[in-house]
Structures are given as C-alpha cells and as structure tokens.
C-alpha cells in the first residue's frame, strides 16, 4: 500500500507542474460555470412566468430537477473527453521521455504502479468534482437543494469517471505517444457509450447489451438520486478490468526490458 500511495503521491505532483492538468481544470470550470448560468437563468425565466400567469408552481418545477440533474449530466458528457487527456501523459510521457526504466525498476509489482498512478488521476478528479460543487452549492442561495440527492449525483460522477480514468490509463501504457493515446481512449469511451443506437431492431438482444456496456446509462440514474448496487458494481468492474489490463502491459514491458538486457 505504501508503494501504491508513493506513485499516486508522484503522479499528483508531475500533475500540478504540467501546464495539461491545469488546462483540463480550468476547461472544466469555465464549461461547468457556463452551463450552470444558462440553467439558472432558464429556470429564473420559467418561474417568473409562472408567478406572473398566477400558476402555481408545478411539483417537477424545481432547482434539483430543472438546474442540478441537467448540471451533473452535463458533467458525465463532458468527462467523455476531458478525462483522457488527464490519463495521456501518465505512462505515455514514461516511455517517451526514458524515465520508465527508472519506474520499472522501483521494488513494486506492476498492479502498485498501475493502482498508484490511476489512484493519483482519481485524486485530481476528485479535486475537479470538489471544486465544480461550488455551482450546484450556490443554489441555496435561491431555494432549497437536496444534499442526498446532490451527494449522489457526485459519487456517481466519481465512479464514472474512476473508469473512464482506467479506460485512459490502459491506453497511456499502450503507447509513447500522447496523442494517440487520447484519441484512441476518446474513440473507445464514445463506442462503448453510443454502440447500442448502432444495433438495429433484428437485433435488439444484441441492441440491449450493447447499451448495457454505456457508462453513461449507468451513470444517470445518480444524477436523479436513485444510486443502485449493480451501477456500482458495473463501474468497479470496468476499473478493475482495465486496470488490470494496464497491469498486464506493464508486466510484459518488463518482460521485454529483461530480455533486451
């Protein structure tokens, strides 16, 4: 564990002086911001309206579902692209730069690297996921916000983007090349979220799984407060999945590293 916290511990630093890490923040922020501003002001339109008809307000009219549920799942479409460019650098820059033969070389197995380096990615996400709060937490300043289903909405966030990062992380051991590495985890993010509208109706079964494969359709069930055993678990396998592929790569890199020496 200590050698999975010193990575991570590596990771984050190597983040914060990488102008990238900065950039995708930043992004997220001002993105975030934007989107928020614009569902304020929509829902200030419609209840001014409203008040003006001398309608009462409609039960559905309200700041969680007609401002926060929109935010978050704009959040979850959004880390479709901004999350792996968060993940390029990690074992990309290793390869590119020849500082992985220091890395391989550390008194840790390859799933401490792998874990390590998702862990400290996970870290500054949860930063991002920290700092965008602020929006949806300044709505109590015009009406009542529902801390369980705002907490909830956020961990499923988190849990999405945990194995988006894995998705990412993978590729990044693939290649030296960043580039590649974030278009290829981009391409199998959007495949994976959009391949069941591909399948037709003769093959609907086909359809069904496909769907079934989305991080995004198990994703938004916690942007409505209705968290569920079986999206967490989907979300954990894909981490783990991937995770343990990147392990997989890195071990066959070492094996290879040998064999050249």
Avoid at 68 to 94: G, I
Avoid at 164 to 191: C, K, P, R, Y
């Amino acid at each position: 564990m200590n050698g999975v916290l010193a990575i991570a511990e590596r990771e984050l630093r190597a983040a914060f002086r990488s102008p990238v890490a900065y950039a995708v923040v930043g992004f997220h922020l001002l993105a975030h911001g934007i989107f928020f501003a614009f569902m304020l002001e929509e829902f200030s339109k419609r209840s001014y309206v409203l008040l003006t008809a001398g309608n009462a307000m409609q039960p559905e009219h309200n700041l969680m579902d007609q401002v926060v549920q929109p935010l978050l799942a704009w959040d979850m479409s959004l880390f479709l692209f901004l999350l792996p460019a968060l993940t390029m650098r990690l074992f990309s820059e290793e390869w590119r730069s020849g500082t992985s033969e220091l890395l391989l070389t550390y008194p840790l197995r390859e799933w401490e690297i792998a874990v390590g380096k998702l862990a400290g990615a996970a870290a500054l996400f949860a930063l991002m996921l920290v700092m965008g709060a602020v929006y949806p937490a300044a709505v109590l300043i015009f009406g009542r916000l529902e801390p369980g289903m705002l907490l909830a909405g956020q961990a499923g966030i988190f849990l999405c983007g945990l194995s988006m990062l894995a998705v990412g992380l993978w590729w990044s051991a693939l290649t030296e090349n960043q580039v590649v590495a974030f278009i290829a985890a981009v391409v199998t993010l959007l495949a994976f979220t959009f391949a069941g509208t591909w399948a037709g109706p003769q093959t609907a079964a086909l359809g069904a799984m496909l769907r079934w494969l989305s991080p995004l359709g198990h994703a938004y069930p916690f942007s409505f407060g209705v968290p569920s055993l079986s999206d967490t678990v989907y979300f954990l396998s894909v981490t783990a999945f991937f995770t343990f592929l990147t392990t997989a790569s890195l071990e066959a890199r070492r094996l290879r590293a040998r064999g050249g020496a």
